[in-house]
């Protein structure tokens, strides 16, 4: 075989091996993609949305997470909007981020935080944002709180020790003191875990008495729920506690 024969032969090898790579990467991107960047009955029916919620906690608790997308794909699949099917107002505390404490992915879900997920006018804002702002809006909110809230904890020792904190802090604790005003009668080992609850309730109270915010909630048909992220004991750590499921 001469050499221009064999070196023409190289290069056809070569450009068809080019090109079947080309296909396996495509394939692959396609294969990778995480489906599609809107779900439809999550974001129309609150009692779907919180099952979804519900389902990917259990798959957090039970450490098989579903395998998200974060590649250039997905990135740019959801840069046409958002699209989230549940918002979800929250504590700052970074051993609970909602998007892996209920198994979410990109665009999933709507997230306002905040130290003991206290109601401010910019988060009733976001939230309302989340409704009247977004097509189609949430149809389910979930204010998450917490055991072990150090927000809370500064709360029961303003409380019962007669401790402000400085600055800023004592905004938080005057918030959440009507909560820990609940537990007075307590044993002192439940106080911190009960305030937490009851501070939950309060917020989603508020929310939907907010005189903005909860003619909203009746007019769009948003349901609002309370849920405590569970930390005291090893069997149950992860675990979200939900209060209830209606408006």
């Known amino acids: 075989m001469s050499d221009r024969h064999e070196s023409s032969r190289r290069e056809f090898l070569y450009r068809a091996s080019l090109t079947a790579l080309g296909v396996a990467l ?26 979804a ?4 906690n259990r798959r957090f608790m039970e ?8 590649n250039l794909e997905r990135r740019n699949a959801v840069v046409t909007g958002e699209q989230p099917f549940a918002s979800v107002l929250c504590c700052s505390d970074p051993r609970v981020p909602p998007e892996v404490v ?3 992915g990109l665009n999933d879900l709507f997230i306002v935080r905040g130290a003991g997920h206290t109601v401010t006018d910019q988060v009733l804002g976001s939230l309302e944002y989340s409704i009247a ?9 979930v204010v998450l709180g917490h055991q072990d809230c150090g927000a809370v904890k500064a709360a029961i020792k303003e409380v019962f020790n007669n401790v402000t904190p400085p600055g800023n802090l004592a905004s938080l604790t005057k918030a959440i003191r009507p909560a820990v005003e609940l537990v007075r009668e307590l044993p002192e080992d439940r106080r911190l875990p009960e305030a937490a609850k009851h ?3 309060l917020v989603v109270r508020q929310l939907r008495e907010d005189k903005y915010l909860g003619p909203l909630l009746k007019d769009k048909n948003v349901h609002v729920v309370g ?4 930390m005291e004991t090893p069997i149950e750590s992860g675990r979200v506690e939900f209060f209830t499921a209606t408006p």
């Open 102 to 104: 209920f198994d979410q």
């Open 26 to 51: 495509s394939s692959s991107l396609t294969s990778c993609s995480s489906g599609p960047p809107f779900r439809t009955e999550e974001s129309t029916d609150p009692a779907k949305a919180l099952q």
């Open 227 to 230: 849920g405590i992220y569970q």
């Open 199 to 201: 501070n939950v309730l």
């Open 133 to 141: 702002g977004l097509k189609p809006p949430v149809r389910l909110i």
């Open 63 to 70: 450490a098989k997470l579903m395998p998200h997308d974060w």
């Open 53 to 56: 919620l519900i389902d990917g």
